[in-house]
């Protein structure tokens, strides 16, 4: 079986994907692909250096992630191009992993944890998606927080995901992740249990 998780910026979908695999399931994160594919050598940074110019490489070729950011993150239409380029790379290689984990363990739950899953309409992929919820209140707070951001700033980068309360709607599994990690690790027990993995 395999599902996928998402949910909004600073929900616990992190937490919650640790908890599973605590339990024995595989994770494939796309975060983490992200990273991979733009390494040194991969056909996703040389599109990225010829579409964006050198100016995003670092000197020891890695990919300049401020750089790029500063270039793409107020401008929806070079932001677009470059998930033109990434995203194709990125679902190419998750998909890649999750076969070979099936395969390898065809009984164990394979988790893909993809934070924009819905922004890309990859819900149908997956045999059902588990979505980590926090009131948008409590979300503002703990980016905040976290990131050490002013609540404008929070707000404008909580507004740039689907609105929390519509991914709840739409999931198979809803993970409420705004009480204690007690809570949330019995809700994670429970989905276990409820799909009979081993």
Not at 54 to 62: E, S
């Amino acid at each position: 079986m395999k599902i996928g998780l998402t949910g909004g910026i600073a929900t616990g979908k992190s937490t919650v994907a640790a908890m599973l695999v605590e339990r024995g399931a595989m994770l494939v994160d796309a975060d983490q692909v992200a990273r991979e594919v733009v390494m040194p050598g991969e056909p996703a940074l040389e599109a990225v250096a010829s579409a964006f110019g050198q100016a995003v490489i670092h000197t020891d070729g890695t990919l300049d992630r401020k750089a790029l950011g500063s270039i793409v993150f107020n401008n929806r239409d070079l932001l677009a191009q470059l998930e033109n380029i990434l995203h194709p790379a990125i679902r190419g290689r998750m998909r890649q992993r999750i076969k070979q984990y099936e395969e390898q363990n065809p009984s164990q739950l394979v988790v893909a944890d993809i934070p924009l899953l819905y922004e890309t309409g990859q819900e149908e992929l997956y045999d059902g998606v588990m979505v980590v919820y926090v009131p948008q209140t409590l979300q503002l707070q703990r980016l905040m927080e976290r990131n050490e951001l002013a609540a404008e700033e929070a707000w404008r980068r909580i507004g740039l995901q689907m609105d929390i309360e519509q991914k709840r709607s739409r999931a198979n599994w809803v993970i409420d992740n705004s009480g204690s990690l007690d809570e949330t690790r019995r809700q994670v027990d429970e989905f276990w249990k409820s799909k009979g993995l081993p």
